[in-house]
């Protein structure tokens, strides 16, 4: 395996059998191209994302269901239990990614937290509804809050089931994606070409997982009974489990290369030590590892950048002490600003993960109101309207990465069509779209409801389900830029030795939203409810006497001021440049193509 120095980074000869990037089998020795990783290992990888998200979304889609019916609470609370629940399920990975980074290493932390995810989840949570001294007394009174509540020891039960998967998929979420993208070298122009798709189908499997659970499995749920709905996804889960265990011969891994809390505590405290020391002007002046450091671990050595230029001060060296909590190199201070500069991004983020928790709370509860009936026989379940966020979410994949991409290549010469941030920035308009459209639908709702009399009664409004239909479709598109993007993007802009942390930031969006949609919507109700003439709010049990409309509207409202700070801190924000460098390699094999296409020359596999 040979090695060159170009430029201040590692660059191994593209002739190598052997990876470059590092990867290695579990026992640490290094791994044949031909033999480890690429689409092979990558089809593990997805077919278990289908049978887990299967699990994940049969117990989420139908979630604000089983508290209102069987447990008996009411329209805020529930919707607020599911959000903090989702909440929890999402901000769990940025430990799962500590632990995978600095201790046990991806696939071992993976392993370890699905099997917490199905015995002591999935399983006690399928037990829970299934046997009737764990849930209160069947109700059937209008308003739920009249039944029976459920006791201490039911609560626990089901609450401890769900927390405990949230335990799990803290585990399972950050390091199944990442491994995922560790199959592709990154020092390959093929496979990293290779990686730019892999994103998209990636998201591609999560939503054909997701159209499952969001029909079939809520179909089962409303109509045959919970115990086979909640025992289908779990035994999903111990099939994905199994599938993802199979590939195991195929697999490249990474070693885990430290806590990256702790180098980015260290870079700045460091700084903060040396808050009155001078940074050199010329960057060769800072402390650095020798070249040869890097070439030995397979890692990339950062040039200095001129951003965020207090945390240089870490590696500027004074001679009194090499500590690494005074003293760091070059590398580990670009890696953690490179953390730092992501962070405006991810709080542009919190407020659209807002509205992707709609989806399984007040959405759902408004087709509870609505005429659900096809044909004589057939009722659609609310939840199943999930299902055209999936579908719309897929069609949309598919024609961003067949025809959007390839037109938008021609036209900015960039290999993935158009940036990440542009891509994520049409995602941000999407959603302001799709409150405005749910306010307006929402508004007429409340009007048919009162021309047939139906306000106090709270009985099912004359409108097909289907009106509601629009603001999912486009939720289902929004998410295919936004979401999409969102994944790529921050783990393409984390450093080598974050990535797993890097994909923790996408999931902490979702979770930070889920909590930001149960403090916004606990505060609208509360504070209308306190300053309404009747006392009664804006989100009440009863749909029909409520405002749902004015609460769209504050959340339409809302995006439009996110977008204003999404593109402000998009015009400073500077990308990573060992990204950059790859993106010219692509540009590069992208010209080469034309050049073959325009001499009509076949190419070669």
């Known amino acids: 395996m040979s090695v060159n120095m170009e430029e201040g980074r590692v660059v191994m000869s593209s002739s190598s059998e052997y990876t470059q990037d590092g990867s290695v089998d579990l026992k640490g020795n290094p791994v044949l191209k031909s033999k480890r990783g690429r689409w092979k290992a990558c089809s593990f990888v997805v077919v278990y994302e289908i049978f887990e ?28 239990n599911v959000t903090n629940w989702v909440g929890t399920i999402w901000i769990t990975p940025i430990f799962g990614a500590y632990i995978a980074d600095a201790h046990l290493g991806r696939y071992w932390t993976f392993l370890v937290a699905s099997i917490i995810y199905l015995l002591q989840g999935m399983s006690v949570l399928t037990l829970s509804v299934s046997l009737p001294s764990l849930k209160p007394p069947q109700c059937h009174e209008a308003d739920v809050t009249k039944c029976q509540k459920a006791s201490t ?83 999903g889960l111990a099939l994905s489990i199994m599938i993802f265990f199979a590939g195991t011969p195929f697999y490249r891994h990474k070693l885990p290369s430290g806590s990256p809390f702790t180098r980015m505590a260290k870079v700045i405290v460091a700084s903060i030590r040396k808050w009155n020391v001078i940074v050199p002007s010329d960057p060769k002046d800072l402390y650095e590892l020798d070249l040869e450091e890097y070439a030995k671990n397979a890692k990339v050595r950062i040039d200095s950048t001129p951003t965020l230029r207090f945390l240089n001060k870490a590696c500027v060296n004074t001679g009194s002490s090499h500590n690494a909590w005074m003293l760091c190199p070059v590398t580990q201070v670009e890696e953690t600003k490179q953390m730092l500069r992501m962070i405006p991004i991810l709080v542009s983020t919190f407020v659209p993960s807002t509205m992707v928790a709609q989806i399984n709370t007040l959405f759902v509860k408004q087709g509870t109101t609505l005429d659900r009936a ?136 979702l979770g930070i939203g889920n909590f930001l949609s149960t403090f916004v919507l606990s505060t609208v109700s509360h504070i209308t409810k306190e300053h309404s003439s009747e006392h009664k709010g804006w989100i009440l049990n009863n749909l029909n006497a409520s405002h749902l409309d004015y609460y769209y509207a504050l959340l339409a409202v809302l995006n439009f001021l996110n977008l204003i700070f999404f593109l402000v801190v998009v015009k400073f924000y500077v990308y990573r440049a060992e990204v950059s460098d790859s993106i010219k390699h692509l540009t590069e094999e992208l010209k080469e193509k034309k050049a073959v296409v325009s001499n009509q020359v076949i190419p070669r596999d």
């Open 153 to 235: 020891l039911h609560l626990a039960v089901f609450y401890g089931a769900l927390y405990t998967l949230a335990l799990g998929t803290g585990g399972t979420k950050p390091n199944i994606s990442t491994i995922g993208a560790d199959q592709f070298d990154d020092f390959d122009p093929k496979e990293k070409s290779h990686k730019l798709s892999f994103f998209n189908w990636w998201m591609f499997s999560i939503f054909i997982g997701t159209l499952f659970a969001n029909t079939v499995l809520v179909y089962i749920q409303d109509n045959v009974g919970w115990t086979l709905g909640y025992g289908l996804p779990t035994l």
């Open 374 to 509: 096809i044909g004589r026989s057939f009722s659609i379940p609310p939840a199943s309207l999930g299902a055209f966020v999936t579908l719309s979410m897929l069609i949309c994949v598919v024609i961003y990465d067949r025809f959007f991409v390839k037109i938008m290549q021609k036209l900015t010469h960039n290999p993935r069509g158009i940036t990440l941030l542009q891509r994520m920035g049409i995602g941000l308009v999407i959603h302001i779209v799709i409150m405005v459209i749910a306010f307006l639908t929402e508004r007429y709702r409340l009007s048919v409801a009162k021309e047939h009399g139906l306000v106090q009664n709270g009985g099912q409004v004359p409108l097909s389900i289907f009106i509601l239909l629009p603001q999912f479709v486009l939720m289902g598109t929004a998410d295919a830029f936004l979401e999409v993007a969102k994944i790529e993007f921050f783990y393409d802009q984390a450093p080598e030795s974050m990535k797993s942390l890097g994909t923790s930031y996408s999931m902490t969006s």
């Open 53 to 80: 998200r299967m699990a994940y979304y049969g117990i989420s889609s139908n979630l604000i269901l089983y508290l209102t019916k069987k447990l008996h609470q009411g329209t805020v609370t529930a919707s607020n």
